[in-house]
């Protein structure tokens, strides 16, 4: 099935840095949900943006739909060790009812 | 309210058994999904349930089967298990109302050995 293009694959940054992650698929999506996965659990929804060109804040963690609805891109701001995790891009198809993932980045933030 | 439910939490298998995975969606969710996590392979879809029909299938064997129930309650099976079966099997549920994305369960770890 389809999936979607996530960069970088990892990232090991210093506590207090901020992290920049993007998304990018060759079809167009209605939807974009970022995930935040921790060891042993299941993805946990962050953040959803539902239109072009939106900007949605929750926290330390802003993202964004890209324009051509083609991409998506997460920041975190000032990290802190508990941001440790595997983030995941999520879009929906015009069709719907389908969400294809991306292939995560995994965060390590050194204290 | 309560989340989505799935059981067992770790499961070990002989290869060649069969499998049943259980998963309970949140309450009005008629949605339910199911995906397979493997670390080289991140989150394959395997099948999407609504009001008991399958509504879309991933490209996995014929071994992988699913069902949904009146409840929405979702079982998932896998027959004649291999080692490469053994992965971490994710639930979500949704609502087309809501528009909330999926919510998923914490999963289903399956050893094959």
């Known amino acids: 099935g389809q999936q979607l293009n996530q960069s970088p694959q990892s990232m090991f940054i210093q506590e207090g840095e901020d992290v920049s992650m993007n998304c990018t698929s060759s079809?167009?999506?209605?939807?974009w949900l970022w995930y935040k996965q921790e060891p042993g659990e299941g993805p946990v929804l962050l953040i959803a943006?539902?239109?072009?060109?939106e900007l949605t804040s929750n926290g330390r963690l802003t993202a964004q739909f890209g324009i051509t609805r083609k991409d998506s891109f997460l920041n975190i701001s000032a990290s802190i060790p508990s941001d440790v995790g595997i983030y995941f891009c999520?879009?929906?198809?015009?069709?719907?009812?389908?969400?294809?993932f991306g292939t995560g980045t995994s965060l390590t933030v050194i204290p | 309210k309560a989340g989505v439910t799935q059981t067992p939490r770790y499961l070990i298998k002989t290869r060649g058994q069969q499998v049943t995975l259980s998963c309970s969606p949140i309450?009005?969710?008629?949605?339910v999904s199911w995906y397979q996590q493997t670390p080289g392979q991140g989150l394959q879809f395997l099948f999407e349930?609504?009001?008991?029909?399958?509504?879309n299938k991933g490209n996995f064997p014929g071994r992988f089967s699913g069902r949904q129930f009146s409840n929405s309650r979702s079982e998932m099976n896998v027959s004649t298990l291999e080692l490469g079966d053994s992965a971490l099997y994710l639930c979500?549920?949704?609502?087309?109302?809501?528009?909330?994305?999926?919510?998923f369960g914490s999963g289903t770890r399956l050893t094959v050995v």
């Open positions: 979500a549920s949704s609502s087309p109302t809501t528009g909330e994305g999926y919510t």
């Open positions: 309450s009005g969710h008629r949605s």
């Open positions: 349930y609504f009001s008991e029909t399958q509504r």
């Open positions: 943006l539902y239109k072009a060109g």
């Open positions: 999520a879009g929906e198809s015009n069709t719907g009812n389908q969400f294809y």
């Open positions: 079809s167009i999506f209605n939807t």
